[in-house]
């Protein structure tokens, strides 16, 4: 660190949990709480801006703050204004999560803008040891009027070029596409999270936290002579071209990079979640994760229909045969896809009715002797007015009859015809379906989302989304279904946003489509049911498909919700190993996966507890096993182990393992 900065770190850290006023002042620097991460915001040019710096490196280069709000640049021709400073170090419990409890430490530091017009701008950054973010608060300045915001001028401008992996927003539907690798800069505007391996030791995940009524962001990469690349802003529009219609004091949502030494770094922040308020649900002893199974699969392999007819897959006897399986082999729910009317052509859509062949209160009443609860579904097509109509009367008939759990959808590309689900307009639907369902003690599992930002903590009702290219394109994608690398991949990009409802466990790879399964083995199925991760978990595939199947002992055994996760090895899109502790017990289950190539890895166990033996139940790839001409191999072997041995693990081409690691009772 130069002599310049370390003078500007000991002038400010004069002035912590205090407010100064400063008028034409230099620039001022906030670091994290172990030094490492630098962010220094000024004035240049009478424009605002911010710069950051990791380790004495130069990482983001001076970079423009501001908002053009109807016909005026919010941002330009400023000078600084109020400077306050405050530290928290804190450490939260979660109802349910990957962690239990998290540590939240940050340093922040608060900039107000001047205009000489008279207007304001404050922008506020938290600095954590594994990155920063930084949200805007504009004042009432039109007392109480409407105004909008016609562009955010925010700029990310990294030092140089780097391998990035990301989707593209435009022609990505409902995000659900395939994560590539390429240079930033020969990238169209991307959706976030955008994961960057910026130099061989050090990774970056862009994104944001706490969206809540304002517009998703999106960026768009310019190359500069310098070697800079400078990421704009490019957020979700309304139709007629607005970004945010505010009103009030208005507040953005964070701007948040994550920066770790390691990809696997990535996956174990919890910086997003940090950003986000506590949640707003003060009882929260009905919030139950769990796994569970459904009448999905079988829709999919087109051996059932949504609508009524005569291989209607929602009728009350075929929700009872699901219940009572579920009930032998330990799942706390059964979804039925199906069961509304709406799903046939020309029928009218409800949710307060169910089709003849399916009895709700019936169902319900026999879940219920059985310890199983009904999962409900609401697909809208997009009628997200409809939905919002009906909603509180939905969902308190469902909450009278024991029904925790609801999946909503939203196939169709526009919202009621005209707005964009990722926009400020859809951002408002899901939020009062996430309030109206707490209200009625109702689990949300929503698809077809807008990107997750860590809301679940405010709202951990909000359970797990969609979002992603899921299991389904592996019984219908006319193009093969997701290539072996896709799973590897989605760890370190879309799971980095929060719980996906991906759908792992299946275990039947026959085809409807020719070439169209899953492109993995039967361990890695395993495997992608701790490594993919989601409160609300289903074993995706068929109950036929499961009766008699060894390697459903490990998914019977796995929790949905943990007190300590870990990720001890991992390259994006190659492989990945996560190692979770369960809540409430002393297991801990590992879950290992490989994109097309084969290999071998080695898992130490360090995070046992000393003077402890365990045994190891390990779920993994047969010596045979190849995803494409022997997927369903697969062995089961004991071991005993300490924190003082490795596990070996081979993992066939697109293959995995599952561990189940157990403390010996003596």
């Given at each position: 660190?130069?002599?310049?900065?370390?003078?500007?770190?000991?002038?400010?850290?004069?002035f912590v949990s205090s407010g100064v006023f400063v008028c034409n002042a230099k620039n001022v620097v906030v670091t994290s709480p172990d030094?490492?991460?630098?962010?220094?915001?000024?004035?240049?040019?009478?424009?605002?801006?911010?710069?950051?710096?990791?380790?004495?490196?130069?990482?983001?280069?001076?970079?423009?703050?501001?908002?053009?709000?109807?016909?005026?640049?919010?941002?330009?021709?400023?000078?600084?204004?109020?400077?306050?400073?405050?530290?928290?170090?804190?450490?939260?419990?979660?109802?349910?999560?990957?962690?239990?409890?998290?540590?939240?430490?940050?340093?922040?530091?608060?900039?107000?803008?001047?205009?000489?017009?008279?207007?304001?701008?404050?922008?506020?950054?938290?600095?954590f040891n594994d990155g920063f973010g930084f949200r805007y608060i504009l004042p009432d300045d039109n007392r109480g009027k409407e105004y909008?915001?016609?562009?955010?001028?925010?700029?990310?401008?990294?030092?140089?070029?780097?391998?990035?992996?990301?989707?593209?927003?435009?022609?990505?539907?409902?995000?659900?596409?395939?994560?590539?690798?390429?240079?930033?800069?020969?990238?169209?505007?991307?959706?976030?999270?955008?994961?960057?391996?910026?130099?061989?030791?050090?990774?970056?995940?862009?994104?944001?936290?706490?969206?809540?009524?304002?517009?998703?962001?999106?960026?768009?990469?310019?190359?500069?002579?310098?070697?800079?690349?400078?990421?704009?802003?490019?957020?979700?529009?309304?139709?007629?071209?607005?970004?945010?219609?505010?009103?009030?004091?208005?507040?953005?949502?964070?701007?948040?990079?994550?920066?770790?030494?390691?990809?696997?770094?990535?996956?174990?922040?919890?910086?997003?979640?940090?950003?986000?308020?506590?949640?707003?649900?003060?009882?929260?002893?009905?919030?139950?994760?769990?796994?569970?199974?459904?009448?999905?699969?079988?829709?999919?392999?087109?051996?059932?229909?949504?609508?009524?007819?005569?291989?209607?897959?929602?009728?009350?006897?075929?929700?009872?045969?699901?219940?009572?399986?579920?009930?032998?082999?330990?799942?706390?729910?059964?979804?039925?896809?199906?069961?509304?009317?709406?799903?046939?052509?020309?029928?009218?859509?409800?949710?307060?009715?169910?089709?003849?062949?399916?009895?709700?209160?019936?169902?319900?009443?026999?879940?219920?002797?059985?310890?199983?609860?009904?999962?409900?579904?609401?697909?809208?097509?997009?009628?997200?007015?409809?939905?919002?109509?009906?909603?509180?009367?939905?969902?308190?008939?469902?909450?009278?009859?024991?029904?925790?759990?609801?999946?909503?959808?939203?196939?169709?590309?526009?919202?009621?015809?005209?707005?964009?689900?990722?926009?400020?307009?859809?951002?408002?639907?899901?939020?009062?379906?996430?309030?109206?369902?707490?209200?009625?003690?109702?689990?949300?599992?929503?698809?077809?989302?807008?990107?997750?930002?860590?809301?679940?903590?405010?709202?951990?009702?909000?359970?797990?989304?969609?979002?992603?290219?899921?299991?389904?394109?592996?019984?219908?994608?006319?193009?093969?279904?997701?290539?072996?690398?896709?799973?590897?991949?989605?760890?370190?990009?879309?799971?980095?946003?929060?719980?996906?409802?991906?759908?792992?466990?299946?275990?039947?790879?026959?085809?409807?489509?020719?070439?169209?399964?899953?492109?993995?083995?039967?361990?890695?199925?395993?495997?992608?049911?701790?490594?993919?991760?989601?409160?609300?978990?289903?074993?995706?595939?068929?109950?036929?498909?499961?009766?008699?199947?060894?390697?459903?002992?490990?998914?019977?055994?796995?929790?949905?919700?943990?007190?300590?996760?870990?990720?001890?090895?991992?390259?994006?899109?190659?492989?990945?190993?996560?190692?979770?502790?369960?809540?409430?017990?002393?297991?801990?289950?590992?879950?290992?996966?490989?994109?097309?190539?084969?290999?071998?890895?080695?898992?130490?166990?360090?995070?046992?507890?000393?003077?402890?033996?365990?045994?190891?139940?390990?779920?993994?790839?047969?010596?045979?096993?190849?995803?494409?001409?022997?997927?369903?191999?697969?062995?089961?072997?004991?071991?005993?182990?300490?924190?003082?041995?490795?596990?070996?693990?081979?993992?066939?081409?697109?293959?995995?393992?599952?561990?189940?690691?157990?403390?010996?009772?003596?």
């Amino acid at each position: 660190m130069n002599k310049l900065v370390v003078s500007l770190v000991i002038l400010v850290g004069n002035f912590v949990s205090s407010g100064v006023f400063v008028c034409n002042a230099k620039n001022v620097v906030v670091t994290s709480p172990d030094g490492a991460v630098t962010v220094t915001v000024g004035v240049k040019d009478q424009h605002a801006f911010y710069m950051v710096n990791y380790q004495n490196r130069p990482l983001v280069s001076p970079s423009r703050l501001g908002f053009l709000l109807d016909d005026k640049e919010v941002g330009a021709h400023v000078k600084m204004g109020h400077v306050s400073r405050d530290t928290k170090d804190e450490t939260w419990s979660q109802p349910w999560g990957e962690d239990e409890t998290v540590h939240n430490h940050y340093n922040e530091l608060t900039v107000s803008f001047l205009e000489k017009t008279g207007g304001s701008m404050r922008v506020v950054f938290r600095v954590f040891n594994d990155g920063f973010g930084f949200r805007y608060i504009l004042p009432d300045d039109n007392r109480g009027k409407e105004y909008c915001i016609q562009e955010e001028l925010t700029e990310i401008v990294l030092a140089h070029d780097a391998k990035a992996w990301s989707i593209p927003s435009n022609h990505t539907a409902y995000f659900e596409g395939i994560y590539t690798s390429d240079l930033l800069s020969r990238k169209d505007t991307v959706c976030t999270p955008l994961t960057i391996e910026y130099e061989k030791d050090l990774y970056l995940a862009i994104h944001e936290a706490a969206l809540e009524d304002y517009a998703s962001i999106n960026l768009t990469p310019r190359s500069g002579a310098d070697g800079a690349v400078r990421l704009l802003t490019a957020l979700t529009p309304w139709q007629n071209g607005v970004k945010v219609y505010a009103k009030g004091e208005l507040k953005s949502p964070w701007r948040t990079i994550i920066i770790s030494q390691t990809a696997g770094g990535l996956l174990t922040s919890r910086l997003m979640l940090n950003l986000n308020e506590p949640s707003r649900i003060e009882d929260t002893s009905w919030i139950e994760p769990g796994r569970y199974i459904g009448i999905w699969w079988s829709i999919h392999k087109k051996q059932n229909t949504w609508e009524m007819g005569p291989t209607h897959g929602a009728t009350t006897e075929n929700v009872k045969r699901y219940m009572d399986f579920a009930a032998r082999h330990g799942f706390s729910g059964v979804l039925a896809e199906g069961w509304n009317p709406g799903w046939g052509e020309g029928e009218e859509v409800t949710y307060l009715k169910t089709y003849p062949d399916f009895d709700m209160e019936e169902v319900c009443r026999y879940g219920a002797s059985k310890g199983v609860r009904f999962i409900g579904h609401t697909e809208t097509w997009g009628r997200a007015a409809l939905l919002e109509e009906e909603m509180d009367e939905a969902f308190a008939w469902f909450s009278r009859l024991g029904i925790r759990a609801v999946k909503t959808g939203y196939v169709g590309h526009l919202f009621d015809g005209k707005e964009l689900a990722k926009s400020q307009y859809g951002i408002r639907h899901y939020r009062r379906v996430i309030e109206c369902a707490a209200k009625h003690h109702i689990m949300i599992d929503n698809h077809e989302p807008a990107m997750p930002t860590g809301i679940q903590r405010t709202w951990p009702n909000l359970m797990t989304q969609e979002g992603v290219r899921g299991q389904e394109y592996n019984a219908w994608d006319r193009r093969g279904g997701n290539p072996p690398s896709h799973t590897v991949t989605l760890p370190f990009t879309r799971g980095l946003a929060g719980p996906t409802d991906f759908t792992p466990a299946i275990f039947n790879f026959s085809e409807i489509v020719k070439g169209t399964h899953p492109h993995s083995t039967l361990a890695k199925q395993l495997g992608e049911f701790v490594v993919i991760y989601s409160p609300l978990q289903m074993a995706a595939d068929a109950i036929e498909n499961y009766e008699g199947q060894p390697a459903l002992t490990f998914i019977e055994s796995c929790p949905t919700t943990w007190s300590r996760t870990l990720v001890p090895n991992g390259e994006i899109g190659k492989y990945i190993t996560m190692a979770r502790k369960e809540r409430g017990g002393d297991r801990w289950f590992i879950g290992s996966i490989t994109n097309e190539e084969a290999r071998d890895l080695t898992i130490p166990l360090d995070f046992l507890d000393e003077d402890a033996t365990y045994l190891a139940v390990i779920y993994e790839d047969g010596p045979e096993a190849n995803f494409e001409t022997n997927p369903y191999e697969m062995t089961i072997r004991q071991i005993e182990v300490t924190k003082n041995d490795s596990l070996k693990l081979h993992l066939a081409r697109s293959g995995g393992a599952a561990v189940r690691i157990e403390r010996k009772r003596i």
